[in-house]
């Protein structure tokens, strides 16, 4: 039974062995700077890390997925929701467990936990950022990172509040809605978002095994998903049968149980793709570090070989580290421009969040105004959650496309031509997510006994079974008279009335006093989580750049300072080096070569 990917080691080897190559040649040049870019560029290589996020709504089957998927129960399964913390699974030679935990003014911590508690383990009270499971894996082992996330909509939370924060950095997702019914709107509206943060999306239709009609429900969902343009793979799986078949060993049940096709997409969407992305950015590395080299020997080369043609390959580098010294200015356009967008972003932001918002506030508002809330709310509750969810949602999804187009606008103006690389921005992670808001608050149901109800009316009818007695005594009857009596049971009736439309007019008020409160708190938290996030991409983006502009003025400085020393070599001297730098540059260029190659082959 084929259950993991092709192992890559080929290309990683090959591509270590070029970042080797790269490395020796800089520490040569002593370039210490740029042996240090090299080195994280070996890490990526050596040690790939592929996250891929899982997410659902509650009860959809997603932790069981994942332990069906790893054939390991790392996961808490259950009828009520089991994963109350995103689950990070990942490849380990020993398996250990750790629940990362939140320190006040400090970095979160680390604490060990003993396998057998995995599902039941506590902080003392200390707020649970993420529980980590290594486990030793073929599929893991690969570079493969699960992340088990709280059902959408857990704790009163809006589901793209915390979840697309992860998925911004995914490198692939699976969307779980399992075979019960068709894609509902805000799961469509959901996976349209997700879709637009990561490309490399699936969405899995679960528990296949529980429902016989499950093939109609695949037929509708590829139907809505046609409906909303959006190209995504369903794969229909059973993790009940899945579990059964490594149980037995059973290739029947496995097929049966549709795993295969998840580990082909795995194989054939994920790993390779990644694989490929890995490729071009090692090799766009390697090349951009031999070029920063290769300008020191080739300067120093020009000089050696013609005197006259050094002087103005000095005065070509003059300028040349004249440009790069303004690039670190904080003068420099690069700088201005990425100051002024992050601003404006993030009133942009701000504001596209109140507007929707408050939309969705009216709305809400005006949905109160037309029935009796306390009837309504749990109705109305799950509505106000689902449209505050999209619009969170929506506005993390523009915030995200904006802050990707400024980066490419600041990398335009940094590099002339436009290829400088941009940053792997770390747009969110799993110890910075959006923190729960409150739940929206219980309203009174409205619902009075009749013994209440009798009180009501009773009192209303009081004064008009007196005001009328008192009239037909003078009329000759008595003070309790058919008349009096009919006069306090239209009174009374009204007073009820009346009571009942003062009640509802208060949980109405109090309905709109709650949604307000409601949304509030959702604007200041999500609005609180973009700063922080803009700030992040601000600082990566300048100390991105500021590296790059570094890393070009050092080695335009060395440059100038080799052809200059070249000037007072001697003549026996000067052929001797001519000889080493032709070779050394020759490598180089080869290397270099190499390195552009592999950036533009085909995966």
């Not at 779980?176 to 799961?187: G, L, R, W």
């Not at 002087?311 to 200015?329: F, W």
């Not at 037309?370 to 109305?380: I, N, S, Y």
Request: hydrophobic letters at 45%.
């Amino acid at each position: 039974m084929q259950n993991t990917p092709v192992d890559p080691a080929s290309r990683r080897a090959t591509l270590a062995k070029l970042v080797d190559e790269a490395t020796e040649h800089t520490c040569a040049a002593g370039r210490a700077d740029l042996a240090a870019r090299l080195a994280a560029t070996r890490t990526r290589v050596v040690d790939p890390r592929l996250r891929v996020v899982v997410v659902g709504s509650l009860g959809q089957g997603k932790s069981r997925f994942v332990n069906a998927l790893l054939g390991l129960d790392v996961c808490a399964v259950g009828d009520d929701e089991t994963t109350a913390v995103p689950t990070l699974v990942q490849h380990a030679a020993e398996a250990s467990a750790a629940l990362v935990v939140a320190e006040p003014g400090a970095d979160p911590e680390r604490v060990p936990i003993p396998l057998t508690e995995l599902h039941s383990a506590h902080a003392d009270g200390r707020e649970i950022r993420r529980l980590e499971v290594n486990v030793p894996s073929p599929l893991l082992a690969d570079g493969l990172v699960f992340v088990d996330t709280p059902g959408v909509g857990g704790h009163t939370n809006p589901h793209t509040s915390a979840t697309l924060t992860l998925l911004s950095s995914a490198d692939a997702v699976f969307v779980v809605s399992d075979a019960s019914q068709e894609f509902t709107a805000p799961e469509v509206s959901f996976l349209r978002q997700v879709r637009t943060l990561c490309p490399a999306v699936a969405v899995l239709v679960t528990k296949t095994d529980l429902y016989p009609h499950w093939r109609a429900i695949v037929d509708a969902d590829r139907t809505h998903l046609q409906r909303a343009d959006l190209d995504v793979p369903l794969l229909p799986v059973s993790s009940l049968l899945r579990e059964h078949a490594l149980r037995l060993d059973d290739e029947s049940l496995h097929r049966e149980s549709g795993f295969a096709a998840v580990y082909d997409h795995l194989r054939d969407r994920v790993l390779a793709r990644g694989a490929d992305a890995d490729r071009r950015a090692v090799a766009q590395d390697v090349a951009g570090v031999v070029d920063h080299v290769a300008l020191g020997v080739a300067g120093e080369l020009a000089a050696l070989r013609d005197p006259d043609a050094g002087a103005a390959a000095v005065e070509d580098l003059v300028r040349a580290k004249t440009a790069a010294e303004a690039l670190r200015a904080r003068a420099a356009r690069w700088q201005q421009t990425l100051a002024d967008g992050i601003t404006d972003l993030a009133a942009d932001i701000d504001h596209d969040l109140r507007d929707r918002l408050r939309h969705v506030t009216r709305l809400a508002e005006a949905a109160v105004d037309e029935c009796d809330p306390g009837k309504e709310w749990p109705r109305l509750g799950q509505w106000l959650a689902e449209q505050v969810a999209e619009s969170v949602g929506d506005n993390f999804v523009w915030a995200h496309e904006r802050s990707t187009a400024l980066a490419a606008t600041v990398a335009d103006l940094f590099a002339a031509d436009g290829a400088t690389r941009l940053p792997n921005l770390h747009l969110a992670d799993l110890d910075s997510l959006f923190e729960p808001v409150d739940p929206l608050e219980d309203l009174d149901p409205g619902r009075i006994g009749p013994g209440q109800k009798m009180l009501v009316g009773m009192k209303g009818s009081y004064g008009g079974v007196l005001m009328f007695g008192l009239v037909t005594t003078f009329m000759g009857m008595a003070l309790i008279n058919p008349v009096s009596i009919g006069a306090g049971v239209v009174l009374g009736t009204k007073a009820y009335r009346d009571d009942k439309q003062a009640r509802i007019a208060k949980r109405r008020l109090d309905a709109k006093t709650a949604i307000r409160r409601f949304t509030d708190d959702v604007g200041f938290q999500v609005g609180k989580e973009s700063k922080d996030r803009l700030r992040s991409i601000q600082r990566q983006l300048r100390d991105h750049f500021t590296e790059l502009a570094d890393q070009t003025l050092r080695s335009v400085s060395e440059s100038l300072r080799a052809a200059q020393e070249a000037a007072t070599v001697e003549q026996q001297q000067r052929q001797q080096r001519i000889t080493e730098l032709e070779e050394t540059l020759k490598t180089l260029v080869a290397l270099r070569d190499r390195a552009r190659e592999l950036a533009g082959a085909q995966a």
